[in-house]
């Protein structure tokens, strides 16, 4: 990835396992979603009808120009001059991605998109912790970065917060994937850090840029828990610290178990009367956590 001045600039390198144009495939991406009713299932749905394809063997190449120019205003107009992509048959597409039930064909990224390489987990959690929580989200990154892990978060208010913060303060390495597009920041609280995250480490989004910003913020809630499908294919385990019964983390359990990752739940959570999740999970085969040694023997961490 590099930077221009006053310009966007996509390493067209990184895209030698097939000849194609990062702004074409950009273009044509956006282009998909133009639909009312595309979703990440319709779209996978469509590329499962046409192996191999990648995004502009379905789109024409005006629209794709004019979406990718659409696209990277919006990225300007936040002040973003330089990031990447990610196309699934192109360049380094993360094939453990694949392992979603309805798998994403393009990724944005700003950072240093080897991290994807590396060891992660994903430590998530509900958005409104407690103090023991937090503490407990705290000690967790501690100890997987002291075994060189990537933290893996979604960036959201509370565990997710206290996880990425904790992991640069250890010097760690942490990818935070966000619900939104790389020019936005939810909740707005976390901009600077989400810009931290983009300079020093990886910041990664499904989030179409476009279709983003032409819908209402209800319509865009939808995007949250499709990260959290994200994160559990990109990591070798997912760990839940705290959650109520409604929360979106376990979208993200669920995604775990279906794509076969490790799924971790603290006893705090079993130990909650208010909690039936827990036990639910544990039936179908997450590990519960009562000290490292669970998590050692199942992961080798």
Partial sequence: MRETSGQLALDAEDFVTRAISPLTELGAYEALWDEP?????????????????????????GKAKEYAEKAVGYFSKAGIKSFGIRVHGAGEYPNQLRDARHPVELLYYRGWWELVETPCVSIVGTRNPTEEGKARARKLVKYFVSRK????????????????????EEKGSTIAVIGTPLSEAYPKGNADLQEQIAREQLLISQVPVCRY???????????????????SA????????????????????????????????????????????????????????????????????
């Fill in 37 to 61: 009713s595309a979703t990440f299932k319709t779209i996978a749905d469509l590329f499962r009808k046409k192996p191999g394809a990648v995004p502009s063997d379905f789109v024409s190449n």
């Fill in 149 to 168: 892990f990537t933290i893996v978060s979604g960036l959201a208010r509370g565990i997710d917060t206290e996880v990425h913060k904790t992991a640069l």
């Fill in 213 to 231: 910003n032409e819908q209402g913020p209800t319509v865009n809630r939808t995007f949250f828990p499709e990260r959290n499908i994200t994160m």
């Fill in 234 to 301: 990109l990591t070798k385990a997912t760990i839940i610290v705290e959650a109520g019964e409604t929360s979106g983390t376990l979208t993200q359990a669920r995604a775990a178990l279906h794509q076969k990752r490790k799924l971790f739940i603290l006893d705090s959570c079993f130990q909650d009367e208010r909690l039936t999740w827990p036990r639910k999970y544990e039936e179908r085969g997450a590990v519960r956590v009562r000290n490292y040694d669970d998590i050692e023997r199942h992961l080798g961490a």
